[in-house]
């Protein structure tokens, strides 16, 4: 490559080539190497890759006001089969923060990530027994206004938890 | 599609083989002389002369030889020249077109006593001087008979004679030398013969149509501005020359500086001599005083012989080479050769010496095209022939020119009895040169006047409005620039910061022409294609990070604007390369903003994020919209045709939409679930991307910023035309 270069100014230099640029050459030269320089200089548009995009929407961006989104629990769905809430229930929100930290209204806090595309992993500290304990759930749908979450119960059945953003 | 191919291969391959023949056959039939040589033979076909070639001995040319001299291409005879061509089957001898060669020169004494010069059937063409006898120059005898001497370019001489020898006065011998049939005709120069009347030169000179030839010189008469001039000196008895039977008609002094006939210059002689003697001859005219105006003699000047031209001939002699002496109206009237054709004539009458054949004359008819200009128009124009002996009656049966502007008439590939070439006629051609000196003299003053225009600036304005407002008297097309732009284009509304350099810069293109209405004014129209794009994660502006939007949209606009050049556009100057202007405009813009959701680019309008397709008393906004801008250029002229610049202008959209993001209430989730937008998912997502807290507030809101756009860059424009 080294050598390569200095053949090429040999060349330039031999040819006293610098010197017999014209004037019209010049121009065309810097009208060329403007150009050139626009386009270096015009913004690239930046994708969100699939997996930063699904916590963004989950926890947020962590621009100003926008550090965390709570979600409410809308409604629960086991085997398939519509859950009655009850009052608390209903009032239940999950609060993820942009820095991965986590809390509900039941006073547990602790950890968020998504290790992959759709799967949530929560890890608990609770409260009451200060023991750690981590779940994760399907993300089944996301967007900036609902959220539905599939976790595989111990008792073999399968709850769906549907969640609407309460900012 | 293998097939045609191949057929076109093969015919590509026959033309480049035929090509080639056509390359080796013309180089191996066409001979090229140079040098010296003892004896030199030219055979019949072409030869070309560069450089001067010697010929030491005795010089033959054959029959059909046809020889093209090349500047400075010349033939130098030092021993005898045979140029013997056939009635049917001349030699020529010709210049060629842009670069003539000289002609022959004959030099020096013969050892050989008896070598003559016998030149005979042989056309000169286009030459420089076709025949010069160089002073020293000496032969028995010179014969210079039945050729054509046709179109020399040269102006100083179509024949020069110099006297022989100093020593020759011993010599009790002479040259007999005989200018016999020969045909001088459209040449630029004389035949001068040194000494006319001569103890070693016995000249007869007679016989000879010389006809329609211009004479160089200037407006002041004298004796070397005549067709046929030489000197008649006391000093020399011993041959009077015979200068007999000969015509003269058409033979002009044409004015070395302006290109138009000053008058008839037929004869002119100086020397101690009485007179000499120049009888029966046909001098063109009738009229005695016509005639003598023609000749230059003791008349004019009291030192001259006394030229004895009557009797003359009133017509010339049937012997003489074909050509047309005399032109008169259809009525038989004489047609002035002063005439002024501006109304096309009906016809005329050509009164020649013999029975001339017109079957395939061309009859041209050439007048300018308007008051001023140097455009010409060639008509050809139909015509009957009528003859009646050898005068003949040419009827114009269609004719042209209403637009009466000078014009002249030509009638050449007039035939003789035996096919031979016979001088075109002319009429009206000294009008219409001194109609051309007029328009060129027009040409010149206004392209002065242009330079001067050019290099000096504008007077000073007495009236400055009125002075950068003067129409151009200019063609359409070379008002019209057309240029390419370049540089970056951005975004500057609802979704951009306050500073303009932090926001998203994208690639700008465009084309544009330009069109010169005044001197100071000029209408242009750009087609750009760019694009716009911003983000609210770029902004310093905390509210507008929290609102989160982004957006990217294609342009395409189409401008027009009117601007005002601080320069002149009429000067081209290099003290005044840079030309600055401003204007303002119209834009109509096609725009369609999109954004990325979850790596999939959406386009916005359709999905109705500020609430559009929720309400039905709304509707999703246009993708088309007006705006105006105000823009600067700063030019950079390079030549009186290229030019390169910097170009800035600031636009402002009618429409609040170009970043999709206007005066909305942010819309319920709910009512975009309930709606018939397909892409529910995406359309709240773009509604209000941070999912904030957002009831009751506007979409554009902290800013409430008018969309608009910055572009800037650079650009090369050119003129097309002149």
């Known amino acids: 490559m ?12 031999q040819e006293d080539y610098l010197n017999k640029m014209s004037l019209r050459n010049n121009i065309s030269y810097f009208l060329i190497a403007f150009a050139l320089v626009l386009v270096a200089a015009c913004t690239k548009t930046a994708v969100i890759p699939p997996l930063e995009f699904q916590k963004q929407l989950l926890a947020g961006t962590g621009s100003f006001q926008n550090t965390q989104h709570v979600w409410q629990l809308d409604s629960t769905k086991i085997n398939g089969v519509n859950s009655v809430l009850t009052n608390v229930q209903k009032n239940y929100k999950k609060t993820f923060t942009f820095d991965g930290g986590y809390s509900d209204t039941d006073n547990n806090t602790g950890k968020w990530e998504i290790p992959a595309l759709n799967k949530l992993k929560q890890t608990f500290i609770y409260q009451l027994t200060n023991k750690q304990d981590s779940t994760t759930y399907d993300i089944i749908s996301i967007n900036s206004a609902q959220m539905s979450l599939s976790l595989k119960l111990v008792n073999g059945q399968t709850a769906i938890y549907s969640f609407k953003i309460s900012n | ?45 072409n030869h070309v002369i560069k450089s001067v070639v010697t010929v030491k001995g005795k010089l033959d040319i054959e029959a059909g030889a046809k020889i093209e001299l090349i500047e400075p291409g010349i033939i130098v005879c030092e021993g005898s020249v045979n140029i013997k061509g056939e009635l049917n089957n001349k030699i020529e001898i010709f210049g060629k077109f842009n670069m003539e060669g000289v002609g022959i020169v004959i030099k020096d004494l013969d050892s050989n006593i008896n070598s003559t010069i016998d030149i005979r059937y042989a056309t000169f063409k286009n030459l420089q001087l ?55 005709t459209g040449n630029n120069a004389a035949l001068y013969f040194e000494d006319l009347k001569s103890d070693h030169i016995n000249y007869d000179i007679s016989n000879n149509t010389i006809v329609g030839n211009n004479v160089y010189g200037f407006k ?117 050769d002063t005439i002024v054709i501006k109304d096309p004539l009906k016809g005329l009458v050509l009164k020649a010496n013999t029975n001339l054949n017109y079957t395939k004359a061309k009859f041209v008819y050439t007048y300018f095209k308007d008051d001023s200009s140097l455009k010409l128009v060639d008509t050809t124009v139909t015509y009957d022939v009528q003859p009646n002996g050898n005068s003949t009656k040419l009827t114009i049966t269609k004719n042209v020119n209403a637009s009466k502007k000078v014009g002249y008439y030509k009638i050449g590939d007039i035939l003789d009895p035996k096919g031979g070439y016979v001088p075109e006629v002319k009429v009206g051609y000294i009008a219409y040169l001194n109609d051309l000196r007029r328009r060129k003299l027009i040409a010149e003053f206004l392209k002065e006047k242009k330079t001067e225009d050019s290099l000096k600036l504008p007077p000073p304005p007495a009236d400055s409005i009125k002075n950068q407002f003067q129409k151009i008297e200019a063609p359409l097309k070379s008002r019209l620039e057309f240029g390419l732009y370049n540089g970056l284009a951005i975004f500057n509304g609802t979704i951009s910061q306050g500073s303009l350099i932090s926001n998203d810069k994208n690639l700008y293109n465009g084309i544009n022409i330009n069109y010169t209405i005044f001197s100071n004014i000029s209408a242009s129209m750009t087609i750009a294609s760019f694009k716009l794009s911003n983000s609210d994660a770029n902004s310093n502006n905390n509210e507008q990070q929290a609102r989160g939007m982004s957006f990217s949209t294609s342009m395409l606009s189409v401008s027009t604007s009117f601007n005002y050049d601080f320069v002149d556009n009429r000067l081209y100057t290099k003290a005044k390369r840079i030309r600055p202007s401003i ?63 910097l170009h800035m202008s600031i636009h402002k959209s009618l429409s609040d939409y170009l970043d999709d993001v206007g005066p909305d209430l942010y819309p319920s989730i709910d009512k975009i679930m309930n709606s018939k937008v397909d892409n529910k998912d995406v359309a709240i997502y773009f509604s209000n991307p941070t999912s904030r807290n957002v009831v009751g507030q506007y979409r554009n809101s902290p800013n409430n910023a008018k969309d608009g756009y910055i572009n800037f860059g650079i650009f090369y424009s050119r003129r097309l035309f002149k």
């Open chain 2, 1 to 45: 599609m293998l097939h045609i191919l191949h057929i076109i291969k093969k015919q590509f391959t026959a033309i480049m083989i035929n090509v080639l023949v056509c390359a080796v056959t013309q180089s191996f039939g066409q001979d090229t002389l140079a040098g010296n040589y003892p004896l030199l033979s030219i055979k019949s076909g």
């Open chain 2, 130 to 184: 076709p025949l010069f006898f160089d002073f020293g120059w000496k032969r028995k005898g010179v014969n210079i008979s039945d050729n054509y001497f046709l179109n020399n370019i040269g102006k100083v001489s179509v024949i020069q004679v110099l006297n022989p020898p100093f020593n020759f006065n011993l010599d009790s011998s002479y040259i007999d030398f005989k200018v016999k049939n020969n045909v001088f």
């Open chain 2, 220 to 336: 002041n008469y004298n004796i070397s501005t005549n067709v046929l001039y030489g000197r008649v000196d006391q000093l020399f008895s011993r041959f009077n020359p015979k200068i007999e039977s000969n015509s003269f008609a058409f033979n002009y002094l044409v004015d070395n500086i302006t290109d138009t006939v000053v008058h008839l210059a037929n004869f002119g002689v100086y020397g101690t001599d009485k007179t000499i003697d120049f009888k029966n001859n046909f001098l063109g005219s009738t009229d005695k005083a016509a005639i003598q105006k023609s000749i230059y003699d003791q008349t004019l000047n009291y030192n001259a012989p006394k030229v004895e031209f009557e009797p003359f001939l009133s017509t010339p002699s049937e012997s003489n080479p074909s050509h047309v002496y005399e032109i008169n109206n259809l009525d038989n009237s004489y047609l002035q």
């Open chain 2, 583 to 645: 204007g303002v405009g119209l834009d109509v813009n096609s725009f369609s903003p999109s954004g990325i959701y979850n790596g999939v680019e959406y386009k916005l309008q359709p999905l109705g994020t500020g609430g559009q397709l929720i309400d039905s008393t709304k509707k999703a906004y246009s993708s088309l919209a007006l705006g105006y801008f105000f823009n600067f250029k700063i030019k950079y002229q390079i030549n009186r045709f290229n030019s390169i610049g």
């Open chain 1, 2 to 13: 080294q050598k390569m270069v200095i053949s090429i100014l040999v060349f330039f230099i």
